[in-house]
């Protein structure tokens, strides 16, 4: 049982006071005794059903819920906590930076989710907006100074701002062809991508004591990420390793590659510039990959992530489950890839229905032949 007291003050009004689960004492003063009953009685009752918020805390702002947040953020890579960094500076502090946290509802941020849409912000950075503001809130209701999440569960409407684009295998290969005419060991590079679903910052990651070409494998352990001009290295976003399997002839080639171009030490990275540097993908994009594209007659608008895409599509019609496409993108559910790459999945539905009736045609071929079942009445006319 919480200790509470009530006390008249020497100016006549009352004092309820109570000690909350931070082992403080909260208190609050009336004209009324009566009143200062009522306040007592249901602070000790939402205590007792779990429901106890911090009145201190409630008086808190965003901002400040807003640093306590970003404290916790210290796993994301740079290019990610750079990224929140800035969607609090232009959107989320200016609009809710002062507020009381407590005084955040769910109309609130649905209005202002809505106006940023309106102001020609992208549904993507939209949506991005959403989480940032929704985990300020959950930072909130860990510390007791509200409910719920405010932010939770509210749609922002549009769709992809892209389309995804999808190469066949001879796209591919004549874009990996123009790419390694640009420069040399692009190419192969751009094979890499296609056809083991690296990221580009996984892919400039790699280093030459994680292959194992014998076997086609490649252990995908870090990832490069630029922020603001500069490089750094890191874990996987996943955070978790994984390991590639490259087609025979991918593996070749990339064996080829090293053999070449790539230094002997373990820690040697498998794609580098000319001074063995990691590869930026602003200087790749510009010199390499648009040239390429341009001279290989691949749709507009390609990018390079989209590699990504067509590493998925090539994986599906070869035969792959969502379980092995997972794994190949290094999704941490097969709920993210399905959510991602359902429409890559039709062609198996389509399979597994003709495979479904040719059983079924199977299974009742004995009731279309005449005797097929002793136990068939047949119907006198």
Known sequence: MARSTIDRRPNGRYRARYVGPDRKWHSKTFDRKVDADRWLRDQLA?????????????????????????????HLTPK?????????????????????????????????????????????????????????????????????????????????????????????????????????????????????????????????????????????????????????????????DRVIVLPRRIAEQLAAHLAERVPEEPDALLFSNKVGNPLRNSNFRHRIWQPACKESGMPEGLRIHDMRHTAASLAVSAGANLKAVQRLLGHASATMTLDRYSHLFTDDLEALADRLDVAFSEANASYARPGGDDNVVELSA
């Open 80 to 240: 990610s906590r750079d990224s929140y960094e800035s969607l609090l500076r232009v959107h989320v502090l200016p609009k809710f930076g002062t507020w009381r946290v407590s005084d955040v509802d769910r109309a609130s941020v649905r209005s202002w989710l809505s106006n940023l849409q309106a102001e020609g912000l992208s549904a993507s950075r939209t949506r991005h907006c959403r989480t940032v503001i929704s985990r300020i809130m959950v930072t909130a209701m860990e510390a007791g100074a509200i409910k719920s999440n405010p932010a939770a569960g509210i749609k922002v409407s549009g769709g992809s701002d892209r389309d995804m684009l999808f190469l066949n295998a001879e796209q591919v290969s004549r874009l990996a062809h123009h790419a390694e005419l640009q420069n040399p060991g692009a190419g192969t590079l751009i094979l890499v991508l296609a056809y083991g679903g690296l990221r580009w910052g996984e892919a400039v990651g790699l280093r030459r004591g994680r292959c194992d070409l014998l076997r086609s494998r490649l252990l995908v352990k870090e990832t490069i990420s630029e922020v603001n001009g500069k490089l750094y290295f890191g874990s996987t976003k996943t955070h978790e």
């Open 46 to 74: 939402g205590l007792d059903r779990g429901e106890w918020l911090n009145p201190q805390a409630r008086r808190t702002t965003v901002a400040e819920f807003a640093d306590r947040w970003l404290e916790t953020t210290v």
